[in-house]
């Protein structure tokens, strides 16, 4: 197995930051259902543009320009919303690097109107 790149100081040090909106689950209060807030949690991390050879190999459909790469050292849930920008992503899987790097690459797929926890 090769030895595991470490870009967590570049990351900490070039990162951007950006909100994640962790889901908070709902409870009964007096016997209604009140659904959770969400927590927001300030991260940082390096975010770049798609590039011609990220849209050729991903799968899952078409892609806008608001479509961004993130790279954390932080995993984060799989379609948990972040703003970055204003705008509201939701982060999707993306590539699976961990045998090589402490890097956690995501998708941050963009949709025009959409609001937090759509």
């Known amino acids: 197995m090769p030895e595991i790149m470490i870009f967590k100081e570049v990351i900490e040090e070039n990162g951007l930051p950006f909100t994640v909106f962790i889901k908070n689950e709902g409870q009964h209060i007096d016997g209604k259902w009140v659904t959770g807030i969400p927590i927001k949690k300030p991260m940082t991390g390096v975010i770049l543009p798609l590039n011609n050879d990220d849209i050729k190999y991903i799968e899952s ?3 806008t320009v608001k479509e961004k790469k993130l790279f954390t050292t932080k995993p984060i849930e799989i379609g948990t919303q972040i703003e970055y920008k204003e ?10 690097y961990s045998e090589y790097t402490d890097v956690h690459i995501y998708l941050m797929r963009w949709r025009e109107g959409v609001d937090l926890l759509d």
């Open 61 to 63: 459909g078409t892609y």
């Open 87 to 96: 705008d509201i992503y939701t982060l999707q899987a993306f590539k699976d």
